[in-house]
């Protein structure tokens, strides 16, 4: 009986003592998922200048004054295309040639009607001059000449303007000349304009247009994005007064006479415009901002490696960098990258590969 009841008692105590490590374990388990342990870059936060941006994009466009749209001086058909849309064309160079006929029959009559009104006012006038006729009748004969002579010039330049030719050195940027297609002064045949004179036509809203000011800054990217491929600094040259009628925007108008490669008309660019530049402001990267509903916070990560949660209000934004107007005051080290999924009272270790940042080194 008594070893029955000593067997009892040790079976019970082992199953107190697997009860204790179990209980510990799940504590454990517990403490382990309260308070995980994440890899993230962070970065010290400190005041710094900050310009503030406006994200545009934009269109290229030829420069007003080195493009030209040609068209048929007068009804006719097209008789020979010289060259194709993209080539490079030099001032005088002929495009197109209308068929040749009907211009040239219309400047030989004119001439002819002009030749026959010369002798009749020289024949006038010296009836006139010995009072043979009215002086009424010379005058009439005079006004004829005239008119004959002013339809002979517009009859030789429309016959001159039949071979369309290029005005300036370019690019043919459009061509809708068909052999044989009629044609008439209302249609745009060709267009060329200078590929070295070209402009990056951005669009904003009226709101945003009352922020830029002609002379700023202009930091251009190819595509729809800052993301894209950096082709270097611009600047306002103007912003239109009136909004599109079609669009809801106004034209900011940006030069860059120097390029990291050419531009191409058409060429879809975007425009971080500057429109502020504030001197001393608590600047974060972009990517350490959390939205939270209509709001962000940041993870701002103490001497122990601990990040807790702080609600900050968010001011202006660049394109990577975005200021803080609360919430921070500097000095604070906070989870720079990797902030998305980091829950409060998270460990943050750095990441093996790239280690800590140094905020110092940190751009806006």
Not at 45 to 64: C, D, M, N, W
Not at 111 to 122: G, M, P, S, T
Not at 223 to 242: K, R
Not at 350 to 357: A, E, Y
Request: proline fraction near 5%.
């Amino acid at each position: 009986m008594t070893a029955v009841i000593a067997r009892r008692m040790l079976a019970g105590g082992s199953l107190a003592l697997c009860a204790c490590k179990k209980g510990r374990a799940d504590a454990g388990a517990d403490e382990k998922k309260e308070h995980p342990t994440v890899s993230a870059t962070t970065v010290v936060v400190t005041a710094q200048a900050f310009t503030e941006t406006l994200g545009s994009i934009g269109t290229v466009v030829a420069r007003a004054g080195h493009s030209a749209t040609l068209s048929a001086p007068a009804p006719g058909r097209v008789g020979q295309v010289f060259v194709t849309s993209g080539q490079s064309v030099r001032a005088g160079q002929p495009l197109v040639e209308l068929d040749q006929a009907p211009f040239q029959a219309a400047l030989q009559s004119a001439n002819a009607a002009l030749a026959v009104a010369e002798r009749a006012n020289e024949r006038q006038q010296r009836l006139a001059q010995e009072g043979i006729v009215p002086r009424k009748d010379a005058e009439q004969a005079a006004a004829e000449m005239a008119k004959a002579r002013a339809d002979q010039v517009a009859a030789r330049r429309i016959e001159q303007l039949s071979i369309l030719k290029s005005p300036i050195n370019g690019v043919v940027t459009r061509m809708s000349a068909t052999l044989g297609a009629s044609v008439d002064p209302s249609q745009s045949i060709v267009e060329i304009s200078d590929p070295t004179a070209l402009d990056i036509l951005l669009s904003v809203t009226p709101t945003d247009a009352a922020r830029v000011r002609p002379g700023a800054k202009v930091a251009l990217t190819a595509g729809q994005s800052a993301s894209g491929e950096s082709l270097g600094v611009g600047t306002v040259a103007d912003v239109a007064g009136t909004v599109d009628s079609t669009t809801r925007s106004v034209a900011v108008r940006v030069r860059a006479p120097t390029t990291r490669r050419p531009l191409r008309i058409g060429e879809t660019v975007f425009g971080a415009i500057a429109v502020a530049t504030h001197a001393s402001a608590i600047v974060i990267p972009l990517q350490a901002l959390v939205p939270e509903g209509d709001e962000f916070k940041v993870f701002v990560v103490d001497a122990n490696g601990t990040a807790h949660e702080q609600d900050v209000k968010v001011g202006a934004k660049s394109a990577t960098t975005a200021e803080i107007v609360d919430g921070l005051k500097g000095g604070e080290r906070i989870v720079a990258y990797g902030a998305y999924g980091i829950e409060d009272s998270a460990k943050v270790v750095p990441p093996k590969d790239t280690g800590k940042v140094d905020s110092s080194k940190a751009k806006p």
